[in-house]
Structure formats: C-alpha cells, structure tokens
C-alpha cells in the first residue's frame, strides 16, 4: 500500500503562484505514476497534471499548460506541482495519486491511492 500527504494549499489573488507537495510513503512497488487531480464544488474530480514513474512522460490538462508544472524527487518519493498565473476557475481541492503501474494515465479509477486533498482558492 502507499500513503499520501499533500500540503501547501492556500489562499492567493489571481495572478499568484503557490506550490503544492506530495510526500508518499508504503512499499516502493505501490508507487508508480503519479498525478494531480482537483475538484471544485459541484464538479467531478479532473486530471490536472502527471508523470511517469520515469519522468519521461509528462501531460497537463490544456486549461494549466504552461502555467503548471508537475515535478517528482523519486529518491524522496515527493512530488510537486507548481501554479503560476493562477486563475479564479483553478480554485479547487487538489489530490494527489499514484497507481501500481509506472505508466502515466489520466482517469481518476485508475489510481489505487490518494491523498486527503489541500485546498487552492484564487480570488480576483
């Protein structure tokens, strides 16, 4: 099994930047690919940002391409994803996942674990 503990959520005007983390933990052959997803009031869970177990392949949902980027420190089973340019609609409970296989993919039943999720809220 892996454990998941996200932070550095927040509270920022449109325009700002935050950085949120991803700290895994549990057998090493339970960490794989890894992805952010969010999920607004209302909305269903979406596919944001992920990589490979390799860092080979990488996507990013074409509403945070070029703002978003999606980092891993596999010796320290961390991840990462940097906003920038952050928008009122990015506002949502960000989660991050990992699925057994190293292969990336971008729906939420096909990752086994996840986070509690941390909060991104972006005013105008």
């Known amino acids: 099994q892996a454990h998941l503990v996200e932070s550095g959520g927040g509270s920022v005007q449109a325009g700002g930047s935050l950085t949120l983390s991803c700290v895994a933990s549990g057998r090493p052959d339970s960490i794989g690919a890894v992805a952010w997803f969010r999920q607004a009031p209302g909305k269903e869970r979406e596919f944001v940002a992920g990589m490979s177990w390799s860092g080979r392949t990488v996507n990013y949902a074409a509403s945070v391409e070029g703002r978003f980027l999606v980092t891993r420190n596999n010796t320290e089973d961390t991840m990462y994803l940097l906003m920038d340019n952050l928008k009122p609609e990015d506002t949502a409970l960000y989660y991050c996942?990992?699925?057994?296989?190293?292969?990336?993919?971008?729906?939420?039943?096909?990752?086994?674990?996840w986070g509690q999720g941390t909060q991104v809220a972006v005013s105008t």
């Open positions: 996942a990992t699925r057994e296989f190293r292969q990336l993919s971008t729906l939420v039943r096909e990752y086994r674990y």
